[in-house]
C-alpha cells in the first residue's frame, strides 16, 4: 500500500475543512454580518424603537464648595528646593526677574551711580545661612550693581526695596558727609596718613612759603625725592607759587611723613579749587593708602618653624 504524501494529506484537510464550514453556517448568518450596525441598535430592533425606551438618569452635579482634592505629591514652594543652595538661588533668580523686567529703563555710568554698601561674603552667607563660594557671590554682586545702574529719578520701588536688602548694617554712604570748605580767614585745614606718619596741613594764598614742623622744608627733608613727593599736589597742578602751607607732621619715617603730607596738601588743595579733583585722583595724591605697620612689642621673638626635613 502506498503512503500519502505530505502535499497529499494538506490538500485533503483543507477540503475537509472548507466543507464543514459551508455546510454548519447558515446564510442568513452570514448575511448579518455582511449589513452595517450602530452599537446603540439593539438586535431585532429599529432605531426608531430605541427612542422610545426610557433614558437613564444622569450624573448629580459637581459641588465644588466641598469638593477636596489631593495632590499625588507635595509640591515644594521654591523651585530651587532639590538644589544644594536654594535659598542663594532663589535670591539670584529674583534678581534676574528684576533685571529681565526693567532692562529697558535708562542706566548711568558706573561712577555715576549711588555708592552702595553690600553685604561682605561672611555677613551674606550668615544671611542666607548657606555656605556660598566667592564666584556665586561675585555673580549676584554684579546683577546688584546692574539693577543699582538705573537712573536714580526712574528707579522703581520693588528694585529699591531689593538693594536695600543686601546692605550690611552700618552702611557708611548711607550718612551724607559735609563738604569741608576754607574758613574766614581763607585757611584750608587738612589731614593725611601714610604707615605710622600723621600731617596736619594749613594751606592758604601766598607766594608758596612751606614751613614744616618750624623748619624750611629744604631741612625737614634732606632728599630732593621727599620734597618732591611731599609736594606733588602743587607741582602737579602748577600750583607752587600760589600758596603758603604751614605743616604739622610726626610718627614714622622720613618717607611715610612725606607721603602724609602729599595726601595732606592734595586734600586741602581741594577744598580750594574742587576743579581739580580729576586731576589730583589722577596724579594719586587723593588716593587712601590704608596699609599700616603693626608694632611689636618690646622683647618679642617670633618662634621660627623647624624645617620638615630636621631630625628631632
Known amino acids: ?52 425606551q426610557e433614558q437613564a438618569p444622569a450624573a448629580p452635579e459637581i459641588d465644588f464648595t466641598n469638593f477636596s482634592r489631593r495632590p499625588a505629591r507635595i509640591v515644594p514652594a521654591s ?23 526693567y532692562a529697558s529703563l535708562p542706566t548711568v555710568a558706573a561712577g555715576d551711580a549711588p555708592r552702595m554698601a553690600w553685604f561682605k561674603l561672611a555677613q551674606f552667607r550668615d ?19 546692574r539693577l543699582n545702574r538705573i537712573q536714580p529719578e526712574m528707579v522703581p520701588g520693588d528694585v529699591k526695596r531689593t538693594l536695600e536688602s543686601f546692605l550690611r548694617p552700618g552702611n557708611p554712604y548711607a550718612v551724607q558727609h559735609v563738604q569741608r570748605t576754607v ?8 589731614k593725611g596718613k601714610r604707615k605710622e606718619s600723621t600731617a596736619v596741613v ?12 618750624g623748619k624750611s622744608l629744604v631741612e ?14 602743587l607741582r602737579c597742578t602748577q600750583r607752587l607759587d600760589k600758596y603758603n602751607a604751614w605743616i604739622t607732621v610726626r610718627g614714622g619715617g622720613v618717607t611715610g611723613q612725606a607721603e602724609a603730607i602729599t595726601l595732606a596738601i592734595g586734600r586741602a588743595l581741594l577744598m580750594h579749587e574742587p576743579a581739580l579733583k580729576p586731576v589730583l585722583r589722577k596724579a594719586g ?17 617670633k618662634a621660627r618653624k623647624m624645617p620638615t626635613w630636621v631630625k628631632r
Open 1 to 52: 500500500m502506498a503512503r500519502p504524501t505530505p502535499n497529499g494529506l494538506t490538500q485533503a484537510f483543507q477540503a475537509l475543512r472548507l466543507h464543514s464550514s459551508t455546510t454548519s453556517r447558515p446564510v442568513t448568518r452570514c448575511l448579518a454580518r455582511q449589513t452595517r450596525t450602530y452599537a446603540t441598535e439593539v438586535e431585532g430592533q429599529q432605531p426608531s424603537a430605541l427612542a422610545t
Open 202 to 213: 594749613q594751606l592758604v594764598e601766598g607766594e608758596g612759603e612751606v614751613i614744616v614742623n
Open 285 to 301: 595724591v587723593i588716593t587712601v593708602d590704608a596699609r599700616r605697620v603693626e608694632r611689636k612689642k618690646p622683647g618679642h621673638v
Open 127 to 145: 544671611y542666607v545661612g548657606e555656605p556660598v563660594p566667592m564666584k556665586k557671590y561675585k555673580s549676584l554682586v554684579k546683577i546688584l550693581q
Open 183 to 190: 574758613d574766614e580767614n581763607g585757611r584750608a585745614r587738612a
Open 220 to 233: 625737614a627733608f634732606q632728599r630732593v625725592h621727599d620734597r618732591e613727593s611731599a609736594l606733588w599736589a
Open 79 to 101: 523651585p530651587s528646593y532639590f538644589s544644594g543652595s536654594p535659598r542663594f538661588i532663589d535670591h539670584v533668580l529674583k534678581l534676574e526677574s528684576l533685571q529681565a523686567k
